[in-house]
């Protein structure tokens, strides 16, 4: 039908026909674009070596300009046809990042078992435990594992083990580090456990593997000053003992002393009282009193009486008179009294001078013969009693 407005513009994908040449040159820059970026993200996947990835130039020619009074050419077709600007190269990783450099070559810090943080105190030990994934043909150099020894003043490594992987542990191998605190500040510090660089060998090539530091709050054993309060400011006196029951213990005392006191009184009874007293009972006991202040050369009358005191004493002891002509009849019943035959025999013999012969023919007297023959015949009576 006729409207009068004259025939509309063709619409649809036939109003964008180009010459055959722009369209040619169009395709070749879209491939070399694409394939551009291809390029520099495959690059920045791989994480290889980090430098820039260069662009490539593009080879297809510039499209050429379509003339303006083409009607077919769109707004569209027209940004299309023109050159893409070169894509900016990518930022490479941190090269620092031990963890990427470690696990592309398979060596990995699987898992970490470290201490509290807080709650020590002077000797208190304390220990840190790595797993490690060590593939082959990767192997640990005995030489970077940290020596055992003191860690400045405040710590002391005392045991460093590196434990290989067990039958079921493929290749997971387990590092121990115990470490003893010998640091008693009068405040809360904080210490920290040393970083370790362990490092793996193969084939010529080298890897670091860095375990960080761990921190360590250490405390005192006690404030540096008691409260302010009954009981714990100034020093507190010396406790009593707890008395103990002692009546036991006294009752043994007193009787082993009971008993000791005894022994002793027996002791004294028969070697000291009864000597004394069975001495001056005896007959040569109750005679020594008159002989013992003889003097060595007493008058005849003192000289006497001193015989007739040693008679009794040997009357009294043989139980009849005692002449010398009896002597070996007295001295075979009193055995004891036979060490002093001679002497007996001597006194017997100036016995008979003093009382049956002249006092001219006996002469001076000998007291001190007589104190000796009656102490010796005391003592050989004390004995035998």
Do not use: K
């Amino acid at each position: 039908m006729d409207t009068g407005r004259g025939p509309r513009p063709p619409r649809g994908p036939a109003a964008c026909t180009l010459p055959a040449a722009a369209r040619e040159a169009l395709l070749a820059c879209v491939l070399a674009a694409s394939a551009t970026a291809a390029a520099t993200a495959t690059a920045a996947a791989t994480a290889a070596p980090t430098r820039p990835v260069a662009q490539a130039p593009a080879s297809a020619p510039a499209a050429a300009p379509a003339s303006s009074g083409d009607p077919a050419v769109s707004p569209a077709v027209a940004s299309a046809a023109a050159p893409a600007p070169p894509p900016s190269p990518s930022p490479s990783p941190p090269v620092g990042a031990a963890a990427a450099s470690v696990s592309s070559a398979g060596l990995d810090l699987l898992e970490t078992e470290e201490p509290r943080a807080f709650g020590y105190h002077v000797g208190d030990r304390v220990e840190r435990r790595f797993r490690l994934r060590v593939p082959a043909p990767w192997r640990l150099d005995p030489d970077s594992l940290p020596g055992t020894g003191r860690r400045g003043r405040s710590l002391e490594l005392r045991e460093a083990r590196w434990d290989p992987p067990g039958p079921f542990d493929g290749d997971v191998h387990r590092l121990t580090l115990r470490y003893q605190v010998f640091a008693a500040p009068p405040q809360v510090q904080v210490l920290e456990l040393p970083p370790v660089r362990l490092r793996f060998d193969a084939a010529g090539r080298e890897h670091t593997l860095r375990l960080d530091a761990w921190p360590l709050a250490v405390g005192p054993l006690a404030p540096p000053e008691a409260p302010e309060r009954t009981g714990l400011g100034a020093w507190r006196p010396p406790a009593r003992a707890p008395l103990q029951d002692t009546s036991a213990i006294e009752a043994r005392l007193v009787l082993w002393g009971t008993l000791a006191a005894l022994a002793i009184a027996w002791l004294a009874v028969v070697y000291g009282v009864a000597p004394r007293w069975a001495a001056r009972r005896l007959p040569f006991g109750r005679a020594w009193p008159a002989l013992r202040g003889l003097p060595d050369a007493p008058p005849a009358e003192a000289e006497r009486q001193a015989c007739r005191a040693l008679h009794a004493a040997l009357n009294a002891t043989a139980g009849e008179a005692v002449f010398a002509q009896g002597l070996d009849r007295f001295l075979a019943r009193m055995p004891r009294y036979a060490p002093q035959r001679g002497a007996l025999q001597a006194f017997f013999a100036r016995s008979d001078q003093l009382f049956y012969g002249s006092a001219d023919a006996a002469g001076p007297g000998n007291g001190r013969a007589l104190r000796q023959l009656a102490r010796a015949l005391r003592d050989l009576e004390r004995g035998a009693a």
